[in-house]
């Protein structure tokens, strides 16, 4: 019932910034929770970043100080504003979603980040 689209992965030098998006559509009333994950080759997919309906962030250790989520419950959008970018963060990152009032979750396509000089 809801579609996750990310938008906005590439490749940047380490140090570089990148900025990605990922809009909702379909059945989005009560998407409680956003988040975005990653996985690089040969590893677990893993938690980078969470922001509830209200707003509140937490992020993973690696990533802490260096990114930044956001949302827009208007457009039924979240970001993933990316700085100082280093190649362990090099990975395909998911978007995903809850709608806890009706024990459901869903999960972008993902898109492919690229660190590397």
């Known amino acids: 019932q809801v579609q996750l689209v990310e938008s906005g992965g590439g490749l940047v030098q380490p140090g570089g910034s990148l900025s990605l998006s990922c809009a909702a559509s379909?059945?989005?009333?009560?998407?409680?929770?956003m988040a975005w994950y990653r996985q690089a080759p040969g590893k677990q997919r893993v938690m980078v970043a969470v922001i509830t309906s209200g707003g509140i962030a937490n992020y993973a250790d690696s990533v802490k100080g260096r990114f930044t989520i956001s949302r827009d419950n208007a457009k039924n959008t979240v970001y993933l504003q990316m700085n100082s970018l280093k190649p362990e963060d090099t990975a395909v990152y998911y978007c995903?979603?809850?709608?806890?009032?009706?024990?459901?979750?869903?999960w972008g396509q993902g898109t492919q980040v690229t660190v590397s000089s």
């Open positions: 379909g059945s989005t009333f009560r998407i409680n929770n």
């Open positions: 995903y979603a809850t709608r806890l009032y009706y024990g459901t979750t869903y």
